[in-house]
Nanobody
Framework: QLVESGGGLVQPGGSLRLSCAAS????????MRWYRQAPGKEREVVAH????????SYTDSVKGRCTISRDNAKNTVYLQMNSLKPEDTAVYYC??????????WGQGTLVTVSS
C-alpha cells in the first residue's frame, strides 16, 4: 500500500514537500516514480528514483525545481517542489515498480498552485 501526503494550496513561487509512505511491501527493492494528472490532461511522470536512490530523472518541466528522494529505512519517497507554478496544479500520485510484482499506486494528493 502507498499513501501520499503533503499536498495543499500554495501560492505561485511557493514550496511543498510530498511524501509517500509504503507499507506491506519490501520498499527498498522498488523503483519509485511520482506522476501527476492535471484536470483534463493525461497522467504524466514527474520524477523517478531507482531502488537504491543512486539515480534520479525528471520531466523537463520540473527540472531544477523538484527533487525526488527516498529513505528506505522509513519506507518513504519524497518530492520536494520549489518555485511552484499554476501549471503544477494536479493530483500527484506515487508509483512503485518491480519486475517481479504488480505495480502499486497511491490514492493521490492534490496540489493547487494559486494566488
Amino acid at each position: 500500500q502507498l499513501v501520499e501526503s503533503g499536498g495543499g494550496l500554495v501560492q505561485p513561487g511557493g514550496s511543498l514537500r510530498l511524501s509517500c509512505a509504503a507499507s506491506g511491501v519490501t520498499f527498498r527493492i522498488y523503483d519509485m516514480r511520482w506522476y501527476r494528472q492535471a484536470p483534463g490532461k493525461e497522467r504524466e511522470v514527474v520524477a523517478h528514483i531507482t531502488s537504491t536512490g543512486d539515480s534520479t530523472s525528471y520531466t523537463d518541466s520540473v527540472k531544477g525545481r523538484c527533487t525526488i528522494s527516498r529513505d528506505n529505512a522509513k519506507n518513504t519517497v519524497y518530492l520536494q517542489m520549489n518555485s511552484l507554478k499554476p501549471e503544477d496544479t494536479a493530483v500527484y500520485y506515487c508509483h512503485a515498480r518491480h519486475y517481479s510484482f504488480p505495480d502499486l499506486w497511491g490514492q493521490g494528493t492534490l496540489v493547487t498552485v494559486s494566488s
